[in-house]
């Protein structure tokens, strides 16, 4: 028998079960100095497609070359792009990356507001790095549902949604605002590490005793 879940008990155990992990990258690079709206939007759209380690250190060379909007324009597309090559779509994301630079400096005086709709106004934005930078940068409690925060709250039973969208509603009808940063804190190196896609380590899981273990037919 399973006891009822209780999330504030599960991300307790999780937080200390993830400290031999590397952080989720924009948590990483906030604690790196790296904390404003622009410099933690800028992150996640590096981090779209991309590994956290490939990511990471596209954003270290970029904002090492260029941190305030008005350093990042005068780089242009092409000077971005040679500094995030290794990321995926990176012709892409430097154009996004420069017309966010050029907004900013050019509406909002070089410097991002903490403003939803300013956010997902911009192309390739969506609300998971909106809410995250969001919830980073300006400590607003947002929920962002990546792949892994989907799977291991389906997972558990703690959500019933078949798309990371219908997983974001879910947890914003039930999860308690003190936990709506820090479950993607948590829940990214936790389910990279242990509630893993394939073959989850059920075994050594600090919340087995809760978790329903929803379409989990083998595991470690």
């Known amino acids: 028998m399973k006891r009822p ?10 937080a200390d079960a993830i400290r031999p992990f590397p952080p989720a990258a924009m948590f990483q690079l906030f604690d790196e100095g790296l904390k404003s709206t622009f410099e933690q939007l800028v992150a ?3 981090s779209i497609r991309t590994r956290d380690e490939v990511s990471l250190l596209a954003a270290r060379r970029l904002f090492g070359r260029a941190r305030a909007p008005i350093d990042v324009v005068k780089l242009g597309p092409e000077g971005i792009d040679a500094l995030i090559a290794e990321c995926t779509f990176h012709e892409t994301k430097a154009r996004q990356i420069h017309t966010v630079a050029e907004i900013a400096v050019r509406e909002h005086h070089g410097k991002l507001p903490c403003d939803a709709d300013v956010l997902l ?5 969506g609300p998971k790095c909106a ?13 962002s549902v990546d792949i892994h925060v989907h799977r291991v709250t389906n997972r558990w039973g703690y959500t019933t949604a078949s798309t990371p969208e219908g997983t974001l509603a879910a947890l ?3 999860l308690p605002e003190r936990h709506r940063i820090d479950i993607n804190r948590l ?24 978790c329903q273990q929803v379409a989990v037919t083998r595991h470690r």
């Open 5 to 14: 879940f209780d999330v504030d008990v599960a991300l307790g155990r999780i």
């Open 187 to 210: 829940l990214v190196p936790f389910g990279k590490h242990v509630c893993t896609g394939q073959l989850p380590r059920c075994s050594t899981c600090p919340v087995l005793d809760m």
């Open 44 to 46: 996640c759209i590096l």
């Open 172 to 174: 914003e009808t039930k």
């Open 131 to 143: 809410n995250l930078t969001l919830g980073i940068a300006c400590r607003q409690p947002r929920i």
């Open 121 to 125: 106004a911009f192309s390739g934005v």
